[in-house]
């Protein structure tokens, strides 16, 4: 089984943003990143950064329902796309079926 993180950050936390955290662990080594903060200016950039979503406080019950339903579904097809990564590589003697390490 694979396991997934999630984490909810504001733009602004004391000493650092989350772009400058985004930015030394790098996109591809975060997990799912939802942004939940008061400012609304800074979503186009959040997606850019590849951002799951981008809740402005005061968050509704209804828009938390729908993202956390958003983040299991990811979360879940992440999983299946793991559990089914496999390499298929044909030879002369047919093909061959590589898990990956």
């Known amino acids: 089984m694979v396991i997934q993180n999630a984490i909810f950050l504001d733009?602004?936390?004391?000493?650092i943003d989350v772009f400058e955290v985004i930015r030394r662990r790098t996109v591809e080594r975060m997990p799912e990143v939802v942004f939940l903060t008061a400012y609304d200016q800074f979503a186009l950039r959040a997606f850019?950064?590849?951002a799951l979503n981008y809740l402005v406080k005061p968050v509704s019950?209804?828009?938390f329902a729908?993202?956390?339903?958003?983040l299991m579904n990811r979360l879940r097809?992440?999983?299946r796309a793991k559990e089914d990564e496999r390499l298929v590589v044909t030879t002369s003697r047919g093909a061959v079926v590589l898990n990956p390490v």
């Open 11 to 15: 733009i602004q936390m004391p000493g």
């Open 61 to 63: 019950e209804a828009r």
């Open 48 to 50: 850019e950064a590849e």
């Open 77 to 79: 097809s992440t999983e």
């Open 66 to 70: 729908a993202t956390m339903e958003r």
